[in-house]
């Protein structure tokens, strides 16, 4: 179900790619009339539903709609503007993945944050995560009939959330950790980055990619 033509959105969020970007690239996806605030922060905090970002305002018919949570926010999105499947069990599939991403980004900041003996588990157990995670996608791409996509042969939700998951660790969480952006390139495969760069090249998407980082330039030939 599309949303009406007067329905405008407003993402609210940091000036950072974060646990906003999937939802930046279904709103540029569907084409929808939507704009980003930056709100003033921990000033505006206590204006938030439960106190945290992103939050996604829907107008609509002069009524508004307020959400929180950047999954919800996603999944919400998909199923609206039709990135998601209809059926049930399709769609489970894609939201499955999106968890099991979720989980490797809490995964990330618990080793990041450990002491002690408790470092190397929490860092033995991400690595072990993410080698799963990317054995994973590469197992769906595998069955995939156009290679260019993880689903079917158009963008779907779990197109964008694998793109914005492995953006985030890329380009984004270096801030966090010097060496991250090369340990998950070296896990990657070959197949897994030409999905990243043709979703790079979906011109549903270039409004957003003329604006911001991408990983074109982060890959070489060696990666392949």
């Keep these: 179900m599309l949303s009406g033509s007067d329905t405008v959105y407003v993402l609210r969020y940091f000036d950072v790619i974060g646990r906003a970007e999937g939802c930046r690239l279904l709103l540029t996806a569907a084409n929808a009339s939507w704009t980003e605030e930056h709100p003033e922060w921990p000033a505006e905090k206590a204006n938030q539903p439960f106190e945290r970002l992103p939050v996604l305002v829907e107008r609509s018919n002069g009524n508004e709609w307020i959400l929180c949570e950047s999954l919800t926010i996603e999944r919400y999105l998909a199923r609206v503007f039709g990135f ?10 894609q939201e499955q993945m999106a968890d099991q991403q979720a989980d490797l980004l809490s995964a990330f900041f618990a080793q990041l944050t450990a002491t002690g003996d408790m470092k ?22 595998s069955r995939s009939s156009s290679k260019q996509h993880l689903f079917g042969d158009q963008l779907s939700y779990a197109d964008i959330s694998l793109y914005a998951f ?12 010097s ?19 043709s979703i790079e090249k979906e011109p549903q998407l270039a409004p957003h990619f003329s604006k911001c980082d991408t990983m074109a330039a982060i890959f070489t030939a060696k990666d392949f």
């Design 166 to 177: 492995y953006k985030l660790f890329i380009v984004y969480l270096k801030c966090y950790q």
């Design 120 to 141: 190397s588990k929490q860092i033995d157990e991400f690595n072990t995560l993410f080698d799963r995670m990317v054995k994973e996608h590469g197992r769906i791409l």
């Design 179 to 197: 060496d991250i952006a090369e340990i998950v390139k070296s896990k990657l495969t070959p197949e897994i980055i030409n999905l990243i760069l």
């Design 84 to 93: 998601m499947p209809t059926d049930l069990k399709q769609a489970a599939l």
